[in-house]
């Protein structure tokens, strides 16, 4: 007995130890760099100093947006199209120890992303200049750093004032997370890998892989690589080894080919992620070990075909982004990206165009955990200028590194599958465009053949576009002009297509006009008026869209019906700051999103939902408060079913079923107050029920979170969307009261928002009207492990409260 007892141990023993080595320590550093830095706007030259007064900064977390705390003005040097917000100089400092086992180590800072023109000092010393806002950069500070508790003093000044630099909101400042990295002095490079899957069957995959790495010790290293691919799990599958020996100061490529059995392949349904890891020893010690993400996919554009992934014909239905979350601007927040991207994803969209420039990390990590494609672009101007001071004036001088960082920061993401380098390029229009564009994909191709090049073109005349002559595009994006579509392949001879941008509709949430007319546009024709609305709404019907788009019904329909043409990327997703088309002042944000810049659904989110998605929908449009005698046009998403038929107050109004390729039904309805229900049946069974009721007066505030608990992180948000009900619990869809919201515990009021396009009120602050009923409340994280207590009131309502748990 005492044999097998120390047998048991020794087994034990082996397994904890097999265990361990499985499952190595991690020994180099990647430490979150945003908490505690100080702020002041103006112009602070003094800052790069080791010790000055900061006595009167402000103290704050990053990621930092100062434009989106500011006042709107029709004045502000960013304009209406800018936002209207303001902009300017800032600076931040940070003072930081560092650990002194640290000494003798590489240690580099890493920006996500600053806008712009960032200029970075540690300990008075100058590391370099980032004029392009959206590029992520970092800079080796190690020879200028103090250790033994001295401190070291980061200074960071932010250069926004020549304006406008921009079609669209920016925000000002440090906008994206910062890191700092301590390795040993043989490491791998920061984004210093490349991954791709190059033979994909059922039984087995090839995976491709190669680390740079670095040797800055002072002498010549002979160093062990080992590469690991772990599942999902983080159980090895298989891995491969490698010796290298690196000459001081220099650097080596080592390179794996590995193959997985039985692969799990990734897709937008079943987003099945690995790993890879890449583990450095010298002299059998552990010195670094590097992260890569994996998923394990293939796809190929057709002439004919459009887009095969998987093997599979597949339809990219996706929407165009740009980089602002609404009332938080600029600042990113990861929490705040997912809320918008579940939305989209429950909607049925599956792919995301980075619209116009590189995305934060974040992004790309949640397309790749929760399933979307992502075309992943670059640049919205080259050398001809679209506003006074954008980038025509970097490109010269940039554009070869700001290109560079951005393959080699991205290309491992599975979600990622093209590779835009413009958007709207004014180079297609003369002969300068073939030597960038040749220029731009052989950059690209030097740094990834793995996925295809585009730019988003609106020439669709061969002759006259010179970006397509340059013959380097591998798949031809073209942007509206939807008509055109189905010519496209007698122009463009054995050219694969994907329509880049798409549709411009506008629609403001919950507002509804009754035109003669079935489709407006704006403007009716060229330089001639819009005829809005004096509060500057637009009907949320599907029949008004800018004069170069198309509604969505119509652009689907082509893109639908037409199978070499891979899928449309909508215009867009969501409102976002900046570019009120049709609007003046105080229009100060976007129209042609899905939803609003809130994150409500417009109506126009339930017929691609019908379309796109999988889940039963049935959708019944406008709300059913009107006027006695008034014909409402009552419309109808729905899916799954071969017909709807309408009531009215248990009348029923008839059935209807689309015809041809129509993808909503409609009724002409003469109003009375009440009940209009709707039920869609497949042959004679209901697929699903719904209804709009007439509301009452406003009595009361629902508040429905986003989740019940909260992380105490000083990251953690929670969305709060408010309610204005009748005493039956209906919406009231005209109410605009005023509500008051009083936090606390362990979160604080991050921002507050309605949707309407033309409001003036504060994003940052402990109110809001609600707009068409609804508004929201987004509070973040203080880092106090306390428990949320909110309270939303307002006069002549009762008010309600909720509580939000620490998780």
């Given at each position: 007995m005492k044999k097998i007892k120390t047998l048991l141990v020794l087994g034990f023993i082996i397994i904890i130890t097999y265990s361990c080595n499985q499952h190595q320590e991690k020994v180099r550093i990647t430490k979150d760099f945003t908490l505690d830095w100080q702020f002041s706007l103006g112009d602070h030259p003094e800052a790069v100093r080791d010790s000055i007064n900061s006595d009167d900064w402000r103290k704050l977390n990053l990621p930092h947006d100062w434009s989106i705390e500011g006042e709107f003005s029709e004045f502000n040097p960013a304009k209406p199209e800018g936002g209207a917000l303001p902009t300017g100089i800032g600076w931040y400092r940070k003072e930081f120890t560092l650990n002194e086992a640290w000494e003798n180590k590489v240690i580099t800072i890493v920006f996500d992303g600053v806008y712009r023109n960032s200029e970075v000092w540690v300990n008075g010393n100058y590391l370099g200049k980032r004029p392009y806002g959206y590029s992520s950069f970092k800079y080796d500070i190690s020879r200028f750093v103090k250790y033994a508790g001295q401190k070291n003093v980061i200074a960071v000044k932010v250069d926004n004032s020549e304006q406008p630099n921009s079609r669209w909101y920016t925000g000002s400042g440090i906008y994206r997370n910062v890191w700092l990295s301590v390795t040993n002095k043989a490491f791998v490079n920061y984004w210093g890998t490349f991954v791709n899957t190059p033979e994909i069957t059922q039984n087995r995959a090839t995976v491709s892989f190669k680390a740079t790495v670095n040797n800055t010790f002072e002498s010549q290293k002979k160093l062990k690589i080992i590469t690991r691919i772990l599942n999902d799990k983080l159980e090895e599958v298989t891995k491969g080894e490698e010796e290298v020996v690196i000459a001081s100061g220099k650097s080596k490529d080592v390179k794996f080919s590995l193959v997985v059995d039985k692969p799990k392949l990734w897709n937008v349904d079943h987003p099945y992620l690995y790993s890879v890891e890449t583990l450095v020893y010298s002299n059998n010690k552990l010195i670094d070990n590097y992260t890569t993400p994996l998923g394990i996919r293939s796809f190929e554009f057709n002439a004919q075909k459009g887009f095969i992934f998987n093997g599979k014909s597949t339809k990219i239905k996706g929407v165009c982004l740009h980089h602002d979350l609404g009332a938080l601007g600029s600042a990113i927040n990861k929490e705040a990206i997912k809320r918008r991207l579940v939305s989209l994803k429950r909607m049925g969209a599956n792919a995301i165009r980075t619209a116009h420039n590189p995305p934060s990390p974040e992004l790309l990590q949640l397309c790749d955990s929760i399933g979307f494609f992502v075309q992943d672009e670059l640049f919205d101007v080259w050398k001809k200028k679209k506003v006074k001071e954008d980038y025509h004036n970097n490109f010269e001088e940039w554009h070869v590194q700001d290109l560079k960082d951005w393959i080699v920061r991205d290309r491992n993401h599975p979600s990622v599958f093209m590779w835009s380098i413009g958007n709207e390029i004014r180079e297609q229009f003369d002969s300068t465009g073939i030597e960038i564009t040749q220029e731009l994909t052989k950059l690209v191709k030097e740094l990834d053949t793995s996925r295809p090049v585009t730019s988003a073109l609106t020439e669709n005349e061969p002759q006259k576009n010179f970006i397509?002559?340059?013959?380097?595009?591998?798949?031809?994006?073209?942007?509206?002009?939807?008509?055109?579509?189905?010519?496209?392949?007698?122009?463009?001879k054995n050219a694969k297509f994907i329509s880049s941008e798409s549709v411009s509709g506008l629609a403001t949430r919950g507002h509804y006009d009754f035109p003669k007319d079935s489709t407006q546009f704006w403007p009716p024709a060229h330089n001639q008026p819009f005829n809005g609305n004096?509060?500057?709404?637009?009907?949320?019907?599907?029949?008004?869209?800018?004069?170069?788009?198309?509604?969505?019904?119509?652009?689907?329909?082509?893109?639908?019906?037409?199978?070499?043409?891979?899928?449309?990327?909508?215009?867009?997703?969501?409102?976002?700051?900046?570019?009120?088309?049709?609007?003046?002042?105080?229009?100060?944000?976007?129209?042609?999103?899905?939803?609003?810049?809130?994150?409500?659904?417009?109506?126009?989110?339930?017929?691609?939902?019908?379309?796109?998605?999988?889940?039963?929908?049935?959708?019944?449009?406008?709300?059913?408060?009107?006027?006695?005698g008034d014909t409402i046009p009552v419309w109808a998403y729905y899916n799954h079913a071969d017909k709807v038929e309408l009531f009215l107050n248990g009348k029923s109004l008839g059935v209807k079923s689309k015809v041809g390729d129509e993808l909503h039904v409609s009724w002409d309805v003469p109003y009375a107050a009440g009940e209009l229900k709707a039920i869609s049946y497949k042959g004679a069974t209901k697929v699903k029920e719904t209804s709009v009721k007439t509301a009452g007066l406003a009595t009361s505030i629902k508040l429905d979170a986003s989740k019940s608990t909260i992380q105490p992180n000083q990251k953690d948000m929670v969305f709060i969307e408010v309610t204005i009900q009748d005493k039956n619990g209906i919406m009231v869809p005209d109410a605009n009261n005023h509500i008051v919201f009083e936090v606390t515990g362990g979160a604080d009021i991050a921002g507050v928002d309605n949707g309407y396009q033309a409001s003036l009120e504060p994003f940052q602050a402990n109110h809001r009207n609600a707009y068409n009923g609804k508004c929201l409340l987004i509070i973040k994280s203080n880092g106090k492990e306390e428990a949320v207590h909110i309270t939303a009131s307002s006069p002549e309502l009762s008010s309600e409260s909720i509580t939000i748990k620490s998780n």
């Open positions: 397509y002559q340059s013959g380097a595009l591998d798949v031809l994006g073209f942007n509206y002009k939807h008509e055109a579509y189905e010519d496209l392949p007698n122009r463009f004096e509060d500057f709404t637009v009907s949320a019907y599907d029949n008004i869209a800018a004069y170069w788009g198309a509604t969505h019904e119509d652009t689907w329909k082509t893109v639908k019906k037409l199978p070499f043409i891979a899928g449309m990327f909508v215009w867009t997703g969501a409102d976002y700051l900046g570019e009120p088309i049709p609007y003046p002042y105080p229009a100060r944000s976007s129209y042609f999103g899905i939803l609003d810049l809130a994150g409500f659904p417009k109506d126009v989110y339930y017929m691609y939902q019908s379309e796109w998605g999988n889940e039963d929908v049935l959708h019944l449009f406008p709300h059913w408060n009107w006027k006695e």
